[in-house]
């Protein structure tokens, strides 16, 4: 679950973090009135999850009351997008917050090492573009660190980070505290990535983070009722709030955007289907895992959540049998598609795993087309999305 | 003969008066692994289908020798369930669960006492053919033989082992490694012990977009330290970038973790990356076979 | 600092631990007014430190508006003392508290584990009395377990506990989230010892915290602001609050009930001196360290501070050189008592280090009693006394 | 020659712009220690007193080869003074503060790495008498000789070696372990190193009320981990139970820290224990006339 940046800076403002005053709101006549209660040079910004808003207009500055109307109209409805999502995203509220006075843009971020299995901080004391632009252009710029959290995250460290990326040594000590803080709410809520860029030196030498970029576990999230309140699951994609209604985890639905529907059972054989097809020269419409088990009704929901994609041509459902026997999971998917209101005609199905053959010639005598590899199947697939 | 598990190894089932832990104990004992009990704190004394429950695992292990645990216990129970096995002197830990925080995770990897060896979370589990099952792969699609498998998936490795099995290709072991971001057992672990085992031949990897374990893979073929024929297969190359693709580890994040990367890894270091699962079998027995040549 | 009952039970309500419901009052119309509002079956404490209230009389019953005056009006006020403790201490508030329907007493405790330098857990299933008397009558119902703070608590350390314990299996999975919460709480309040005792078994099966005793590290109190409401330093004994004040660790001074006043500086030198004075058979009327230093201010508050103890016959001052020269550390001295309202006569000190024969000399011009070794001077000290 | 420390030492002082650092860097130097700068955060590049200041100890190790340091920092920051040291890889760290909180101690023992001897918190810290200082004793009651000399206590300590001085019996190390509950290196820990070190013919202990130091440090002896002649002194055998007598860790408490059991303790394993401070030279005498006629 990502957090937009004003909830962002709400969990970092719980947490001690310093981030600018300012207030979100989702109407013209409320930004108004945030500027008429505190008339200060301010900035309004998109609150959208999407890269990019900066260059597409998704945040203009304002001073008084009268001048934030017009940035206000003009961000609030309007669609950001960029090149990795071309459809782009709707931002439904600004955040307004007072300008700062910046000497030098700095970063800091937690997330999770795989390697190590630790978290690890980076920091760069060259902030305020995308991080991976740094890496690029001035590697040296950037400090790594994993922290055990056995031994947990001590003051020195962050003193130490600072040192060794150059920060200015009025902020050490500033930055070690953040950073302390940073580590503590890393854990506290359970977040997969917290991002402060640009981490802000002030002119008059105080940090502050100027944007916050959160994720959060969702498997920690039941340990978090405060984040109900901004679970936007599926917001943007009501077929993956569908899944996640049916009895999916949140991962198991990812919406893409070509004609193929896919269904599988196990993520890692969604993932190989998903290739096949695209090898064979289609494009899928989505990934949908049942899960290990594949139970009939499960199933149906996942037919029907795939095949309601408008742009979903055709359907391909790849099954591994597992410890079901070939004949039975056979059975389960005929129930499952005959109560269903997707044709046969664009359907597909791999079977595969102990009494396939057996499994095949059930799928057959209903009708529906039954292949034996998954090279096969993909191949029919793109063919029926064609027709 | 194999890794991490043999014939001798005594399991117990952590969880296994849920519905889970008891069909899969069902199973694991069919199959031939010394299932010695359970563990379902609050409900010790029990006895179910024939398998005694006891409170602890400390009870459990001294109560019957076990020396392995399978976890079968809800995410948020579950890292707590892995500390107790660990710390109550178990070697090798199993934990199937899915879903545990990244977090929980974290804390555990790093409370993890030295020399115990843990597989997963949301993992299979691992098969010795012929030997042991524990976990909750289907046994039947196993069979003995001299080809090692490592797997980030579930479902892809059955598939891959049927495949291989149809080809009259049998398996060593076979480790489903899980498909989480945290996990206790890594690709190079298991290649470190295939390097050692004397009856694995080749083995084959199963990999997934997200983390670094492929190219770490690589790495260590690279410096030598394993030198035993190898093939991969990189699941979700058609994945976009900052979609979680079913496994809360197969991601491509920031540029890393991209399928490209661990495609390119393998490639420098002369491993034959197959295209799609039904290439893989062929591709073992050319390797094999030049293995056999040398 | 030591936590009264309510007190621990107001910090264990908030960290989660289960305590009867109950309020506390310093005065007899407001225990009517809590027993008019909740009229139940309830127990009226006396809230003291000491230890022995029960045998004291400081718990009784009520149930009602009537019947809390009685006991409110006996227990306010009334002076409670133990073997330890003969001057005992007064009860300025009572706790009342809703009776609690229990089936079975238990102990659980975290406290500091010298040797091992960690968290200890200290359980039994047998509870309700000094835990050093189960320890003694049957020391196979206590269960002790260290708890390394790298890898923390886990709820399986708690059910391992609870079944060694031979606790009922019913609270195992309780047990181990109090446990839980209580060893959160040792670190989040920087507490020495946290004492459940005893933690009751209700008749419904639910576990709660009976009685609680909290001692919280004066070193960590900096961190707490939220105790300084709590702080009772010296309010037991007003010398104590007056070396606080001057400038004097928690632990600097302590109050004994003999007739020689005694300061000298380092903990291990004072403890000696006391020693000493002791086998010249003597009885020290206080400790105090007045700390490496020994400022010549600090050295005429010390002086001040011992001998506005009324009991005080004779004092001895017992002082390393050290670093500094004999000769200087007498001219402190001197310095220091002629400020001071304390007759020489009364007065012995003992002087030692570096130039001593100088430092005696000018102790000696002006007509104080100076000494070669401690235990003449405790002699002296002794003899003066009795004096 | 000695234990811990000898004239090879380089020594850092961490909070070397404070009041305390500062003068006892200059008593170190003065003492002939090997002072080779200090650390300061946000005061690097600055010299005082001719001590160059670093901010971190990472740098003050990599620019001066240091592998002591010495800690003057306050309460709040010291347990993290501590860790920075000793994961800089200093050897030797020395914690002079008084005051810090027991759960920043148990904290930062849990995360020391390994093989790093921590002494102190609340020490006056060690000198190897004619070789180093480390610490703020007084060095010139010292001399060097062969009785080690290990001690809970500050000022008492500098009473008992003056006495020894005076008495004509030198030093190899006095170590001033320090009154606080949670300290890095207890008795135990500095008998086996007087153990090992040759020059050591015999060893004072200095001991006092609170914990059982003093209990485990005769296990020792009783099971001829220690073999060398000892002589101890406990202070505080008139304190009542449950005060603190000025040392956070000088507390009777529960039945356990009595002067009477430590006494007992050491009687058992036949190390005379003396009445009061004055007896120990003559005590130390006796046993090493003793030891030299066996």
Redesign the interface.
Known sequence: MRLLEYQGKELFAKAGIPVPKGRVTASVDEAVTIMREAPAPSVVKAQVLIGGRGKAGGIKFCSNAEDVKEPARAILGMRIANAQNPQGEVAKRVWIEQRLDIDKEMYLSITVDRASKRPIVIASSVGGMDIEEVAHTNPGAIVKRTIDPATGYWPYIGRSIAKEAAMPLGVMAQFSSILGKLYDLFFSAGALLLEINPLAITKDGKLIASDAKVEIDDNGLFRHPEFDAWKTAGEEDPLKARAVKAGLGENNYVGLSGDVGIIGNGAGLVMATLDAVTSAGGKPANFLDVGGGARADLMRDAVDIVTSNPNVKSLFINIFGGITRGDEVANGLVAALQGGSWSTDKLVIRLTGTNEKEGRAVLEQHGIAAVETMNEGARVAVDLAKK | MSIYLNADNKVIVQGITGREGLYHAN?MNAYGTKVAGGVT??K?GQTVDGFAVF?????AKAKTGATTSVIFVP???A???I??AA?AGIELVVCIT??????????A???LPPGVRLVGPNCPGLVSPGQALVG?M?G??FQPGAVGLV?????????IV?LLTRAGIGQSTCVGIG?D??IGTVFTDCLRAFEKDEHTRAVVI?G??????EE?AAKLIATREFTKPAVA?I????????????????IVS??TGTAQAKVEAFGAVNVPVA????QIPALVERILAKAGRA
């Open positions: 199973r704190p609050g010790g409170d602890t695992v400390s009870e995410p948020p129970f890292a707590d369930a500390l107790e710390n899915e879903g545990i925080p990244v977090h929980d995770m974290l804390k990897v790093a409370a909750i289907p039947h699609v797997s980030r998936s579930g479902t892809l490795t059955y598939e049927d498909g971001p945290i199963v997934e977009i997200g983390g670094t374990d770490d297969f699941g979700g190359r058609s994945a976009p970038e900052g979609k979680r693709m079913g496994h809360a580890g197969a920031g540029g295209d799609s699962p039904a």
